[in-house]
């Protein structure tokens, strides 16, 4: 069996045919791999445009703080990881001053981070792990301690104590 071989020429029709389908082809797979590519890098990066730092969140009423009495309280803490929220228990310490202003303190002492308390007779902040003393407005009466109580920034709106958790205000060493 003899086979022939025959090189026709293609006619214009087809290859006006052939060079349509293919770059249909090619437009419509770019079309579809942007639209993909897009959406995907934008799922990764969307925790970047969506950054919302904590803000002040209630904590009790104006009304409830004793005056000029340390406060100990607790509240419910929203962090915004990625795509998740992670809520956990957290508490502070508020002070009431004579003049109205409003200390929010940091629950852990300066030195190791240990939980400090307050006592009522001697009227200063105590913290068992070392000893250290700390005035009712934060400073370092003894004790190792290399800096007075950490804050948190405070406001009060229609009544309600806002405090900023997130934001640590950090006295100099």
Same mark, same amino acid.
């Given at each position: ?48 445009? =969506?950054? +919302?730092?904590?803000? !002040?969140?209630?904590? &009790?009423?104006?009304?409830?703080? %004793? ?31 004579? =003049?109205? +202003?409003?200390?929010? !303190?940091?629950?852990? &002492?300066?030195?190791?981070?240990? %939980? ?58």
């Amino acid at each position: 069996m003899d086979y022939e071989y025959k090189n026709e020429a293609e006619s214009p029709e087809d290859a006006s045919r052939r060079t349509f389908f293919a770059s249909a082809t090619i437009f419509l797979g770019g079309l579809v791999s942007s639209v993909l590519g897009w959406n995907l890098i934008r799922y990764f990066i969307s925790p970047i445009w =969506n950054e +919302e730092k904590g803000g !002040f969140i209630p904590i &009790c009423s104006l009304g409830s703080l %004793p005056k000029d009495q340390p406060f100990s309280i607790e509240y419910v803490q929203r962090v915004k990881d990625g795509w998740e929220i992670h809520e956990g228990r957290d508490s502070l310490w508020l002070v009431l001053g004579e =003049n109205g +202003e409003i200390t929010a !303190f940091n629950k852990s &002492c300066t030195h190791l981070g240990c %939980p400090y308390r307050w006592d009522d007779n001697e009227k200063v902040f105590k913290c068992p792990c070392h000893t250290a003393t700390f005035a009712k407005n934060g400073e370092v009466l003894s004790g190792p301690p290399p800096r007075s109580l950490d804050r948190f920034p405070v406001k009060v709106e229609h009544g309600i104590v806002l405090v900023k958790p997130e934001t640590i205000i950090k006295e100099k060493e």
